[in-house]
């Protein structure tokens, strides 16, 4: 069993940053793989992010915020940060990460909401115009 508790959200105005984090439980977390999806009041959970537990370059980003988030890993804290810059007011929303204990595949397999065994409790990022 994974816990996983987000923190980092906030207000923030467009054009600017925020570094959420996802805290996890567990002496297995560096073999999971982490994702981040968000959704927003009336819409679907959308995925915005993952990383495979090799970090570094096995990383996957929706086409909306690539080249804006970037998604990376410290396992000896047991944590995955998604940096977010130059944020825009479309990417309101909550922001939730979830651990795939199973982490086989590889591509467009970590942007699905069915792969993730554990969710967190999400938290709110607001971006004003």
């Known amino acids: 069993q994974v816990q996983l508790v987000e923190s980092g959200g906030g207000l923030v105005q467009a054009g600017g940053s925020l570094r959420l984090s996802c805290a996890a439980s567990g002496r297995t977390f560096s073999r999971y793989a982490i994702g981040w999806f968000r959704q927003a009041p009336g819409k679907e959970r959308d995925f915005v992010a993952a990383?495979?537990?090799?970090?570094?370059?096995?990383?996957y980003y929706a086409d909306s915020v690539n080249g804006r988030f970037t998604i990376s890993r410290d396992n000896p804290k047991n944590t995955v940060y998604l940096q977010m810059n130059s944020l825009k007011p479309e990417d309101t929303a909550v922001y939730y990460c979830?651990?795939?204990?199973?982490?086989?595949?590889?591509?467009?397999?970590?942007?699905?909401?069915?792969?993730?065994?554990?969710w967190g409790q999400g938290t709110q990022v607001t971006v004003s115009s």
């Open positions: 979830a651990a795939d204990r199973n982490p086989i595949g590889s591509g467009s397999y970590y942007s699905r909401r069915t792969t993730y065994d554990y």
């Open positions: 990383i495979r537990p090799s970090g570094g370059s096995s990383t």
